[in-house]
């Protein structure tokens, strides 16, 4: 039987897991949206066994299933040595032929069974891959780009890079502890510098993030995991001026279906009130020392709030990687007798089920590192935010929805995950008390974060903002095909 799809994209997510799933989630929406489409993955990572299973395409509708393919492609080994900065590039670098090659074989395809193949319409890469926009120009392809993170981070990101290209851009680092406020076109208050996101801090890495910014000029399109709705301003930043190529708002690209709760968890929340539990969880990265596991610990028990609480073990001093699990949380840097006492209201656990948790009706409350991915979830299950950020662009993103929306509370919106800093129990129970009162007080908070919530998911509807955007961005890649 002769297949419908005509047009065929190659996706380069960046090896992060948080990148993986959108991009996954996106390719399902995209051949969900227009049956033209079909989408390989090259993936450039080691995924276990059950991440595989839990972007597998193949688990959804088989018709959707039959156009996304997963592409394993060979690991990249870098020496011990190499600079966290060098990582992704160097990963790139290495996979770039194969990733030629994938898609060289779909041009190949179609010359050889004319009508039976679709034509290989472009590329779709991370906001981190630019790399990747050779490889396009090389084939002589269109080259989009997914931006993973929100439109206000993608302004934030445009105008630093204007102001280092034009030399006026001083040194970051000094100016987060200057108490100073920055004026950005995609914000509508001025930012304090103290919330400068730690990615742009860190001189190592601005670099490497001016040059991906500028690099973005260079591609046709670029699709932001993010909706009309929620960033207005940012988007008619973005959208006005001729500054860049068009911007695609196609969010929220979530894979809600990523993960199952455990069920010792689950069915402890449902033993739980409605909107009763605040949720403590920091992203995949996210741990903290002992001294900072004792202030969150003195906290939860002082405001005597029903808690679940994501508690991972650091990795060793002078090593960098993920946290790992507690064995028994009696290991952990808990104050003595803690879990005893807190045995009726709260629960300790590991690694957290996290959207099978956000969206249980017991919880009311979400302390979050502020991940762009973790924002979006809180917001589509409609869990106000308690900002505590730790690293990348999250800071700007604490800033955003504390000041910005009024989706949050702060916690401490300029924490920084190496900056010496620790949060005390006081700070953390007053944040908690704040955010779990959000029902109250005339129900302000939580009424604005509920009619978010209604919005991101309006805005995927037939007819909504952001399938309005997917449709363009597809017409704009079907118009394209060479």
Avoid at 119 to 130: E, H, N, Q, S
Wanted: aromatic share 8%.
């Amino acid at each position: 039987m002769k297949t419908t799809t005509t047009a065929e994209l190659v996706f380069v997510p960046a090896p992060a897991a948080g990148h993986l799933f959108s991009a996954v989630e996106l390719a399902k929406q995209l051949v969900t949206h227009d049956q033209r489409l079909s989408v390989t993955i090259c993936v450039t990572t080691m995924l276990t066994a059950g991440f595989k299973a839990a972007i597998d395409p193949t688990a959804d509708d088989s018709s959707v299933a039959s156009r996304i393919r997963l592409i394993d492609l060979p690991i990249v080994k870098l020496p011990p040595n190499t600079n966290p900065s060098e990582t992704l590039p160097s990963i790139l670098e290495a996979s770039s032929a194969s990733i030629k090659k994938i898609a060289s074989d779909i041009i190949r395809r179609r010359t050889e069974s004319s009508d039976d193949s679709p034509r290989l319409a472009g590329f779709v890469i991370d906001m981190f891959c630019t790399r990747m926009i050779d490889v396009a120009g090389e084939l002589g392809v269109p080259c989009y780009v997914f931006y993973t993170s929100g439109a206000n981070f993608l302004g934030f990101m445009l105008h630093l890079q204007a102001l280092y290209d034009e030399g006026k851009l001083g040194d970051l680092a000094e100016l987060k502890d200057n108490g100073f406020e920055m004026e950005i076109p995609s914000l509508k208050k001025p930012l304090p510098c103290k919330c400068l996101p730690s990615a742009v801090v860190e001189k190592e890495w601005l670099p490497l993030l001016i040059d991906n910014t500028r690099r973005l000029r260079e591609v046709r399109g670029i699709a932001v995991n993010s909706f009309l709705e929620l960033e207005p301003h940012a988007i008619d930043f973005l959208s006005t001026g001729g500054i860049i190529p068009p911007v695609y708002p196609v969010g929220p690209i979530l894979n809600l279906k990523a993960v199952q709760g455990n069920e010792e968890v689950m069915e402890w929340l449902d033993d739980q009130p409605a909107a009763s539990v605040v949720f403590l969880c920091f992203g995949s990265m996210g741990s903290f020392g002992k001294e900072q596991v004792t202030e969150i610990a003195v906290a939860l028990e002082r405001c005597g709030q029903r808690f679940l609480w994501s508690l991972r073990r650091s990795p060793e001093a002078g090593k960098v990687g993920p946290p790992s699990e507690y064995e028994d949380f009696d290991e952990a840097p808990l104050p003595a007798g803690f879990l005893d006492r807190v045995s009726g209201i709260g629960k300790v656990i590991g690694w957290a089920p996290q959207t099978a948790v956000l969206r249980h009706e017991a919880v009311g409350g979400f302390v979050s590192h502020c991940g762009w991915n973790s924002v979006l979830e809180s917001i589509w299950f409609g869990v106000p935010v308690g900002a505590w950020p730790m690293y990348a662009e999250q800071q700007l993103n604490a800033f955003q929805l504390v000041e910005e929306l009024g989706l949050a509370e702060e916690i401490k919106m300029d924490y920084r995950w190496d900056g010496g800093t620790v949060v005390t129990a006081e700070e953390i129970e007053g944040g908690i008390r704040r955010l779990m009162a959000a029902e109250n007080d005339e129900g302000r908070k939580s009424k604005t974060v509920k009619e978010v919530s209604e919005m991101s998911k309006k805005a995927l509807m037939e007819g909504g903002s952001s399938c309005s955007s997917m449709s363009r961005f597809i017409q704009d890649v079907i118009d394209n095909i060479s």
